[in-house]
């Protein structure tokens, strides 16, 4: 039996960035103000301006991706609204109910389809849907997009563009939950991270850094300044205004330097084709959807996922897709070798 | 004038003892399971229980103090609820209506006193009073108290006793915000962590390491083994599961490992006692109650914390005395050395 | 054209039975205590254990059907929990939201099927699919029923049985939102209150009175007396403890007296078949679903439906079928009459 | 001993006018919309407006007062809001944390005092207080006072006016808790419902029938029509909007017309006075403040009490005043008559 257990299921595993380590225990070093009321966070601020060529936005350091959503969400989505979002969407199947909480009884409404992204006209054909004698009951607020999507494909700047035509004339807001952002940035070539949120009309933007290379690192970014008070309101009240917000954008700052966050999600993503080659080769597993970031779909029998797990190789879980049959998550990180792959390769090879 | 500004007000602007920083870079080389399903927390968990001197109790690692202190309290507040604090207590005054929220509309039942501790005799009056007549509206749930209380005195042992027999006789829950219990357990000699809490009656501590040199670590403590499971089902739904936690336990483990944590704390009341030494030579200042941990409250002129401010020293505004004076406050932290209080007596003397 | 408009969507434009009305009057002249604390009120619940043969359970009188669902519902929801529903239930479709707002962000998973009912089997397939892979997140924890579902056909028991059965098996609580309830019961030849409820396994019944001849009179039966508390302790906060309960009290004695609840369902349902038979005369109407109480949903063409509003006659317009179709809904109410039915087909023969 | 129980400690157990009591017969015979889009509504909102000598304004009909209460003050408190009232406020003491619950969290910032209002120099005060260091937070969203004050005295025009300066100064909204609205407003000899509400600044009132004369029926009104969109999203979802809406309104109407709902308050005012006088003959007891409305409060001695309830006198148990001495509440209604307050104190005489 294979003694090492590899992890391969979900770039949460993954350490960090050795540039970020360094830029924590140098922050230490800084006394400033407590809150994020210091030099670090605006910093940060500056940043983020100048890497999304926007001078008016507002920005939250934040350490978890569920609140960064659920905070976002909530700047605007009231108790008696909703979004719409995909089914497969984090917020709707991962986050334990966080947008509800946080407004206190706003809904999710979800559009499902096998695609794994929402396309316009499924959205119009909700929006229709809902608005069919209800009377705008419930309210609809916004709609929220992952990017990467929850089974591993971008959506396309059109597509993105063809949804806020949508909410704008509809008065809705865009969310994007950019979770795994820089991931599907570096697989879109010559896409500039303006291009990819608010000249596409996205009004706020979760991007995580924590998948990709921090330690507990994420960031709210307000492209519509308007909106940013109602959850600077907020933040306190459900605990994640942390005293030493320096050390979060610290972790940012490095992350963003010399373009550190893109060279890491490049290599995540290499790997993540390079194993969706190998593992394409066997016959037992059926790849599911592009790899288009740094995940890899297996549809396979109950009984090869039970025999990966034997040889220590433990992917994610994803869903049932018929009694007999699995989806299996393989995800890389900035951390993934090809030596690594190779290792799984090689134990995949002795059974399959 | 001085250039070098001097914080002074808040232990939060410290920074992170070494040996922690070491534990944070050396977590990112193991890799392990996310969201708290990690070797690092479980040997955090063994840790608390080795030091607690109690084996079954539960351990919920958090990286912020209000969401440690409103996550304990919702583990027994419900909207139709009450807790029963000082008014000057951090939930009611800083915590941005937290505790409000994770309840969804639980109360905070205020009781107020010069002493800046909550007394027996208060707390029975104030059950007495509530209970007249309304039956039982709000319900009382709990207690919470705050060790080091907020005017940097502690809770004697017979005082937290004498609180906890009234709240088992009214079937009342009993927290202890310990942002700050590292610095009062090291103030009364000879007292073990277990004395100071469950062997008094505390059914949860929320118990805070970054104000005492950690970046971001905080833990909640369930002796009540039973009050754990809300908790644990509210945290995802809060947002605060961090899904790299073993960060926050390898915090932890550091802080704890050779009585890192008590040291710190001693360095900083031993330098907050000098600290008051110091200012009680200046009659500007009258010295406020006993300084029993890392904090001092030093009653001013109005004019006189002008002028404070002027030489660069910057303390916390605690409060308004009278039209005339002011409460400031000065804190210390494991990182406040005797040469940089030097500094501060050595600036003020030329003014004062 | 025709001055008189007809209402026939909905069975609350009707008026108050007299017999209610005079309980009313009655009333008026008796001085008792408020808030529930009245003789009338303690009358209700003896009425209530003898109907529904059961001696311990409890009671609270409301005035909003809405409320007396997510006050029951709140009685084991709690915000990280979650209600499996049909996704046309009314608490789904038609509430606003409240269940969320009571439970403070809990959740309704839908089924979705064109019966209009919740099969066991799908109930089956839910619970599986929420379970899988996701640890029990979001918490499932209860069943809600709606009887007449909101297709206008009834439950029979042994599909409530099979229900409940499953909800035994993974403890789930059953709730009935019983807003037509009487019309039900009295369609369903033999039965009685106690074989449609708690004897199939129902924890608490939403029994609704308002759209069947009071004015404003709903009443939350727990036959699970457990869950009592819960939904006491949140009435008050919620606002909905009406000082002058014994006029909604009142209003229930007169409706259970001399079975005039069933006796008024009964007229309801009646005068719902011979409106079916009527109507299915008519080449381009198409009836869709049994009619098991007192609603008839009809298939028509936009065209159609335009021109029955150009003959002053005011059906619900229930949901879009197509393109070019309706789902138009009747509703009789124990006020509607042969008379007025035979007015309304008149009207139709003019047009179609 | 006597036979008879006599109830003269609340309002709230008085009957229904007989004139409301018709309305509310006549309402059942027309057949409209239901949800408030009803010509019975419809009636009530020009009623409002021509009483209260404003077109612009907008009206929800309630049957809580609590309710009534909560929906007015969250149309401009957020759950990290908050609201100034008196200590006694009913919103404070007797609403189970209604205020708090609709807005999720939002706080009460009391203001105590023996007057028993809220005087505009304790405002101030309560205004720095909070600012004070703060920033804003809590964030202070509106002032809440009450018309009868739980005491039973009034506000003057001009107290009211001198809250409403600071309010508007400070960007805050102002409600009016009517409860006892009609009781106050005839007690004050020539001003006029305009007078006494919006041309001093009142944003909103929560205006009660209850108490005087109808059987369930409040009314929100927003004189700031701009704060009327947040209740009217919140009200479905709180589950405060009836079907037969009509049946609140119809009662409204039948209150205002003629002038009914004037009279009925001057028949409780005149009753309270004349008990007052009697009360006052008995040396055992010491009247406390002015009555002002239909409210006496007695200070008696805890035996006296004993007593009272001994010859069946059910008056309302209030509050301690030391630990020998009971506060305690008579209060007259539309229907007390001089010859049951003379048969109370015959009935006193007989013992002390």
Known sequence: MYKEKILIGTDTTSGVAPQ????????????????GNDIITEKCKNVVKKIFE?????IIPMVSGTASNSLALSSFLR?????????????????????????????????????????????????DEISFKRKSRPLISGVSITQLAENGTFYKLD????????????????????????NA?????????????????????????????????????????????????????????????????????????????????????????YLRNQLSEFKEFKILYPTQGNEVFVKMSNLSYENILRLNIIPNLWN????????VRFVTSFETTKCQIDKIIERLKTYF
Chains 1, 2, 3, 4 share one sequence.
């Open 20 to 35: 970020i380590l360094d830029a924590i225990a140098e922050a230490s070093n800084i006394k400033t103000l407590p809150y």
């Open 185 to 273: 940035l570096v697989s879109q070539e010559l896409i500039s991270p303006a291009e990819a949120t608010w000249k596409v009309g996205v009004d706020c933007l979760s991007l995580g850094a924590t998948k990709n290379g921090a330690m507990a690192a994420e960031l709210i970014i307000f492209f519509n300044k308007t909106l940013a008070s109602e959850a600077q309101n907020l933040i306190k009240q459900t605990g994640h205004v942390l005293s030493k917000t320096r050390f979060v954008s610290a972790q940012l700052n490095a992350w963003f330097k010399d373009d550190l966050w893109l060279e890491l999600a490049k290599l995540a993503n290499k790997n993540a084709l």
């Open 79 to 127: 108790s008696y609204g909703s979004v719409i979002c995909h089914s497969d969407a984090h917020i709707n199947k991962d986050e334990g109910g966080a947008p509800e909480f946080f407004s206190c009884g706003g809904k999710l409404l979800t559009i499902s389809n096998s695609l794994g992204r929402i396309k316009a006209q499924d959205l119009l054909n909700k929006i």
């Open 54 to 58: 926007k001078s008016d936005l507002e």
């Open 320 to 327: 049932q897709f018929d009694t007999d049959h699995l989806v």
């Open 159 to 182: 597509e993105i563009d063809a949804i806020s035509e949508i909410c704008k004339k509809n008065n809705l807001y865009l969310h994007m939950d950019g979770a795994r952002f820089s």
